[in-house]
């Protein structure tokens, strides 16, 4: 690895450029997380450039294009957008051999980056880190040497991914899931209600439709009738939808024709208050149902892919399982309703069901925080774990 290319001539501190991409909101906080920890522990200064969000700006990137360029998902989404990816892919790639980075660090969004890292020049020796890895006990294992090819570290996110990807001669690191540094236990729920005058005792159902334009719509009306059919059975039921900045205008469009009052509330701080005031959530399979289990809030998972995508995964996919809680306990303990079944009287009926069961509810509640120490570190924040790695690397 070469020295840093500058030094900064008033303090004769070393000056290191990293180059990140992160494609996804989830993947901009993991960024911003990762950056404020590598400035911490780093005993120079660091300069970051890339592809990323609010989280990442906040802790100096310096972003190519918006974040919502790369998030979308599946192949009915990307074919439309082919040709300002290839675009954006050399553009990106071009940049990373002008600057000539010490550290190209890639977060989630596989196959973008792949498309850059074919482009960034070999005789540039940058190192590369992968954080967040690929479901490969889900499918296609065939990434596991690609991958191995490609980066020279790995950090996973899951405690059983190591195992997939050091066999094949990638260095691999376990460093925790991002959800446990959250601090969700600081929102206060009480609050929120209080805010929008909803009575202490009043069901409430937190409503989770997705990150993505494309999820939202798939999942509205399936979440609307299942909302309309338990608000049937539970008269007093109140709805809160939180949201991103970029997709609250269609979902305020879309419950204009529910026949039920909606909260409709935006950014992060607010998605967890009203977590945090909520009984019972119904969420599309995600990060989500991770940070529902940290703020031990029982859930029911729905989720639809378009046909496309459902047909691949039907003949590719290779666990029993959508969700993270299920996954890492091997059960269902938070119920899935996928595709097909993806239905609102079946969304409806698992959902009745933890609002009247209050075994069902504590079970569910238990198996979440079993889940939750499944990844977490005993002594080190996944950001402070992945920045000690990546640091490691650098010197």
């Not at 074919?118 to 890895?133: E, F, G, L, N, T």
């Not at 609050?191 to 993505?212: M, Q």
């Not at 909520?278 to 639809?304: D, K, Q």
């Amino acid at each position: 690895m070469k020295r840093p290319n500058k030094q900064n001539s008033n303090t004769d501190v070393e000056v290191i450029k990293i180059f990140l991409i992160a494609g996804e909101p989830s993947g901009d906080v993991l960024g911003g997380r990762l950056m404020a920890a590598l400035k911490r522990q780093g005993s120079f200064e660091v300069e970051f450039y890339g592809i990323g969000g609010e989280c990442m700006k906040e802790e100096g990137l310096k972003s190519l294009v918006p974040i919502q360029d790369l998030s979308i998902m599946g192949i009915a989404e990307v074919v439309p957008k082919f040709l300002k990816l290839r675009r954006l892919v050399l553009n990106t790639a071009n940049v990373i051999n002008y600057l000539s980075p010490n550290l190209l660090i890639t977060i989630d969004s596989p196959s973008f980056c792949f498309g850059v890292l074919k482009r960034v020049k070999k005789s540039h020796q940058i190192k590369r880190v992968h954080y967040v890895a690929p479901s490969v006990w889900a499918w296609r294992p065939g990434r596991i040497q690609k991958f191995a090819r490609e980066f020279d570290h790995l950090l996973t996110l899951l405690p059983f991914e190591p195992n997939y990807f050091i066999p094949s001669g990638l260095p691999t690191t376990f460093v925790g899931h991002a959800v446990v540094e959250s601090n969700l236990d600081g929102f206060d729920g009480r609050e929120f209600r209080e805010r929008y005058n909803l009575d202490p005792n009043a069901a409430l159902l937190c409503v989770l439709p997705g990150s993505r334009l494309g999820e939202v719509r798939r999942h509205m009306k399936p979440f609307r009738d299942a909302v309309l059919l338990l608000k049937r059975n539970i008269p007093t039921l109140n709805i809160v939808i939180p949201t991103l900045s970029n997709l609250i205008h269609e979902i305020r469009e879309e419950v204009k024709e529910w026949d039920i009052g909606v909260i409709v509330v935006e950014g992060q701080k607010e998605k967890f208050n009203s977590m945090a005031a909520s009984n019972v959530a119904l969420a599309a399979s995600g990060t989500v149902t991770l940070e529902l289990a940290m703020m031990r809030v029982p859930c029911v998972i729905g989720y639809r892919v378009n046909l496309i995508t459902s047909w691949l995964v039907r003949i590719l996919i290779r666990i029993k399982f959508a969700n993270l809680v299920n996954i890492l306990l091997d059960q269902e303990v938070v119920p899935e309703f996928i595709q097909g079944n993806c239905s609102g009287k079946k969304l409806a009926v698992g959902l009745e069901k933890l609002f009247r069961d209050k075994t069902a509810y504590a079970a569910q509640q238990k198996s979440a925080r079993d889940a939750i120490n499944l990844v977490r570190l005993k002594n080190q924040l996944p950001s402070d774990a992945a920045a000690s790695t990546v640091l490691s690397l650098i010197d």
